[in-house]
């Protein structure tokens, strides 16, 4: 059984594929990832150092955060995800995709999307709902793009040449599906003017709605296409099969069961009704089950590779990926437990957490992808195979003085807010007085961002270098870069 | 991986493999179905009518003219991204804030603006707690009436001017949603702009600040007087409830 599942991933050739929509798409995750973390660097300081906000409407932190958060998620995220998917789908299902066509205007519009957000966003221009912020014209757009990709990943499932679908496109198909339904429920909207347009639920409701939203945009933007890239490329990397077979079946569908319930833990202590608030709770503790299920499938996959782990940037980048991934399905559902929240609400514990995640698992797996596809796709080896480890220690150096920074900070203001003296009064009664004494941890986390930045730049670098660099014959394997 | 293990791996794997892995539309029409089941029973219910009572209440007014336009100020420049709108019914968070958020004071927010981070304090109930002279100070230099603040300034805000025109379109949507609006019409809604914006120009001139009632500043410092004004007077009279 366990050969034939991994038989499929030990693809052999890519001819007849459509591999330039691929290199499209990795161009513009590295271009985009560049941008996304630099506009994070950005808004870093401005809360380190309030004058970065420099006084002037476009460039203030509360229109430069969610350009931050657009750019990573859907612009990095979103083309490192489609890079993933049409490599992987094509090899996988033994065929090239529906249509190039498609393709490309998948790709395009997803770009000018982009391009759109990152005028709209600075001119001030939201709807206000954290990840769902685009003016209403520009979710018209998405919704095309998107029924246009579902198209072409449905059309090349159904003209496939292997009647078995891998595990990797299971959870392609889940993101496909589940980000179509949240982006239409969430969306739905009565224009006022071509800029802007208010929500057709209210009050509670509405951010009901939208934590069911963005909590799955977590799940199903920055979790299952990446559990596929992780199924795909991990093994391809490591050589050597999937773990269990079975765990793949149980894990998948527990974890899309069970994530669309977790949403109300966003809105834990809120008046929200407490049947509400508890079903989001106990969900969300319950998510820790099949998510160590994806951990432990990744982890294990390596039994009997971990010599190559110590030697091979790909496969360190791939086990501290799989390993923050375990890191921060625990940590959620702890936060979800409401007497944790209580504490965690409102502050910078959750940014530590939620870039345990983001720069952790889905950054880290990226890169170890982009690392082994630039080799594979260009058929060159790495311009600067050194470089690859540097990255990988000044992401994962960087990742750790972000995380502990904003864990400590969060730590010192939850506590600072609700410390009563003993006649029962507020300890810290002025505000800014807690927010001062967080401001060396905001330096830190500054620095730690920068590292990242800096590990991603020479990552470009390297790209751009092994690119432009001599083709190698054909016929030769390709050697997994060392340093 | 022991024998009997994949075994009934074989058995297990041969049964998902024959239900779905072969056939991609019955595998995406049973992901459908797993992705839908817990929305369906999470939101639905807000929605039927003996639960929509949980979020409606009759001591909440819809937002004046004015305060619709400040709020779509707000909006644009993403306060909601550093400062909440929802106290938590803690002890502390009541000392610093006042009473805990109840549902039907949001009944009119389209979108709803909790907010997920505190880098400010919580807003929810600061209607009315500082001056109109404060906020105008405030927003054009943070560090003026707070010293040690981190927020940015606002300069512009105190230059730009809202359109009448903008905020009756505003309006006429909000009253599509159902919002209780008697009039939609420019003329009026120009008419009660300018007269609740002349209040605060007026409180302003006793401070000594000139002001014009159509000023970005003055609809934000409307919108900002009003938050949980009303939950506050009708919870000391009711002493709590829903
Ligand atoms: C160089 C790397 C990065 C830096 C310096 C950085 C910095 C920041 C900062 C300063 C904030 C605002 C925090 C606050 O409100 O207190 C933020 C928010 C956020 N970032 Fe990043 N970021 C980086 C990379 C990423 C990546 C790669 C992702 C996702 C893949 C990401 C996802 C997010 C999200 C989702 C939020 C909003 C969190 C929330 O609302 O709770 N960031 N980031
Ligand atoms: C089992 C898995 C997880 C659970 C149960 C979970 C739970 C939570 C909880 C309780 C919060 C805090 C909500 C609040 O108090 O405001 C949160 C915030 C967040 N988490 Fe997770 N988490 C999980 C995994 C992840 C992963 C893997 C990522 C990233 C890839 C992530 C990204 C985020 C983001 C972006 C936020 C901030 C949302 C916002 O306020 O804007 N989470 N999560």
């Known amino acids: 059984m366990e050969k034939t599942t991994t038989g499929t991933v030990a693809a052999g050739t890519d001819v007849g594929y459509d591999l330039d929509i691929v290199k499209m798409f990795f161009t513009a995750t590295v271009v985009w990832a560049l941008v996304g973390m630099l506009v994070g660097v950005i808004i870093a300081l401005q809360l380190a150092w309030w004058p970065a906000n420099l006084g002037l409407p476009w460039t203030t932190f509360g229109r430069l955060r969610p350009l931050h958060t657009n750019a990573v998620i859907f612009a990095f995220g979103g083309n490192v995800v489609f890079t993933g998917i049409y490599h992987s789908t094509q090899r996988l299902l033994r065929t090239r995709m529906f249509s190039d066509t498609l393709s490309r205007v998948h790709f395009w519009g997803w770009q000018s999307i982009i391009v759109l957000a990152a005028v709209t966003l600075p001119l001030g221009m939201t709807q206000s709902k954290e990840y769902a912020e685009l003016i209403w014209p520009i979710d018209v757009l998405i919704t095309v793009v998107w029924v246009v990709f579902g198209v072409n990943f449905f059309g090349t499932l159904a003209r496939r040449k292997v009647q078995h679908l891998y595990v990797a496109i299971w959870f392609y198909m889940s993101f496909v599906i589940t980000i179509a339904v949240l982006h239409i429920v969430n969306s739905l909207a009565v224009p006022a003017t071509w800029f802007r347009s208010y929500p057709v639920y209210s009050g509670l409701t509405d951010a009901l709605v939208q934590w069911w939203y963005g909590h799955n945009a977590v799940g199903f933007f920055l979790t299952t296409p990446f559990l596929g890239l992780m199924y795909y490329y991990l093994p391809r990397a490591a050589e050597r099969p999937v773990y269990s077979y079975r765990l793949s079946i149980i894990h998948f569908w527990a974890l899309v069961f069970l994530y669309i319930w977790a949403g109300p833990h966003h809105l834990l202590y809120s008046a929200l009704p407490d049947w509400a608030q508890t079903l989001g709770m106990v969900f969300s503790v319950m998510l820790i089950a099949p998510s160590w299920g994806g951990m432990l499938n990744g982890l294990l996959t390596l039994r009997g590779a971990w010599d190559r782990v110590r030697t091979d940037p790909i496969l360190k980048f791939m086990v501290v990926a799989v390993s923050f991934y375990g890191m921060s399905t625990f940590e959620g559902p702890m936060m979800s437990i409401r007497a944790v929240n209580g504490l965690a609400h409102y502050t910078n514990w959750v940014i530590g957490h939620v870039h345990s995640g983001a720069l952790g698992w889905v950054g880290m797996i990226s890169f170890g992808m982009l690392y082994w596809m630039v080799q594979n796709i260009w058929k060159r080896p790495l311009a600067h195979p050194t470089w690859a480890s540097h990255h990988f220690w000044l992401a994962t150096i960087g990742i750790v003085l972000y995380t502990v920074s904003m864990w400590a900070a969060g730590l010192m203001e939850g506590l600072q807010w609700r410390a009563l003296n003993d006649a029962g009064q507020l300890a810290n009664p002025i505000f800014v007085d807690i927010t001062a004494r967080l401001n060396p941890f905001l330096w830190i986390r500054l620095l730690g961002g920068a590292m990242y930045l800096t590990g991603a730049v020479m990552m470009a670098v390297n790209f751009w270098q092994t690119i432009r660099g001599p083709e190698r014959p054909a016929a030769e394997p390709v050697p997994v870069a060392a340093d | ?242």
Request: proline fraction near 5%; hydrophobic fraction near 40%.
């Open chain 2, 1 to 242: 991986m022991s024998n009997d293990q994949s075994q009934s791996e074989k058995a297990y794997g041969r049964l998902h493999r024959r239900l779905f892995e072969g056939k991609a539309a019955i595998f995406a029409i049973a992901t459908t179905v797993a992705i839908s089941v817990g929305g369906v029973v999470e939101i639905i219910p807000m929605f039927s009518t003996s639960s929509l009572s949980w979020e409606r209440a009759g001591w909440v007014t819809p937002y004046a003219p004015l305060e619709v336009a400040g709020r779509d100020i707000y909006i644009r420049e993403g306060c909601y991204l550093c400062h909440s709108q929802m106290v938590r019914p803690m002890r502390a968070e009541m000392l610093r804030y006042g009473e805990w958020t109840r549902a039907a004071e949001y009944q009119y927010d389209r979108p709803f603006l909790l907010g997920s981070r505190r880098l400010g304090p919580d807003l929810q109930r600061v209607g009315q707690k500082y001056p109109d002279a404060w906020h105008y100070e405030h927003m054009r230099d943070p560090r003026a009436t707070s010293p040690g603040s981190v927020m940015p300034t606002y300069p512009w805000l105190h230059r730009d001017k809202i359109d009448p025109a903008d905020v009756t379109a505003s309006m006429a949507a909000l009253a599509k949603l159902g919002t209780p609006y008697t009039t939609t019409e420019e003329g009026a809604v120009t008419a009660r702009l300018r007269s609740d914006g002349q209040m605060i120009v007026d409180n302003l001139a006793q401070a000594g600040i000139t002001a014009a009632w159509d000023d970005e500043i003055v609809a934000l410092i409307a919108y900002l007087q009003r938050l949980g004004v009303e939950g506050r007077q009708h919870l000391a009279t009711q002493g709590g409830g829903q």
